[in-house]
């Protein structure tokens, strides 16, 4: 059985600088053929919208407001919103989920990170906040965020994860809702500040101390989260 070579038929690609790097010109030639080709059977739309001439939106001609100091959302974005379990700031903890439906990313925004608050949210001037450090310590020191200024800092990524994000999924029924009412209570950014073990360096720690109590400046101060 004698096999025939097809007539005509195209030179194989010429490598530029090996590794598989094709030549432009040849790629380009083949690549147009292969669009015509693609492009046939949506050519009568493609030449009716190039037949219109191509018009200037209306706010591209106008000129657009002055840029204020602190920079908001467009108002297209005024649905990109965090929901509250407590809008009206009644005597019990307030939630707001983050609406991670309508993010694109992997950063939650400053303004739209997940928030829980047992009593409000507090109004604390950083000029008289205090970080107090004391216990099993050799010498125990007290903190203005001045100070802290002055030491080296990091920044890093961290993913933070409210302890009862998802609790929605428990329901007896399945919850047609989106992802910010099932998983709103967690959210990713970018924090900056001094790490605990150089302040705990700083103050000289004690060997034998096993646990750290960490208790925030909000009105609750029973709230607390321990760490060994």
Known sequence: MRIRKRRNQPPPLEPVAGNGLLDRRALLGRGIVLAGAMTTGAG????????EPLKNDQWSLETGEAVPPLQT?????KGVVRTLSNPNNEL???????????LQGTVTPNSLFF??????LPDIDPAQHKLVIHGLVKQPMVYTVESLARYPMVSRMHFIECAGNSAPMFSSEPMQVTAQALHGLASNGEWTGVLLSTLLDDVGIDPKAKWILAEGADLVGTYRAACR
């Not at 009568?44 to 037949?51: E, H, I, R």
């Open 115 to 120: 928030n829980i608050c047992h009593s409000g």
């Open 44 to 51: 009568a739309s493609l030449n009716s919208a190039a037949a």
């Open 73 to 77: 959302a467009s108002r297209f974005e």
């Open 92 to 102: 019990r903890n307030s939630h707001a989920r983050t609406p991670h439906h309508l």
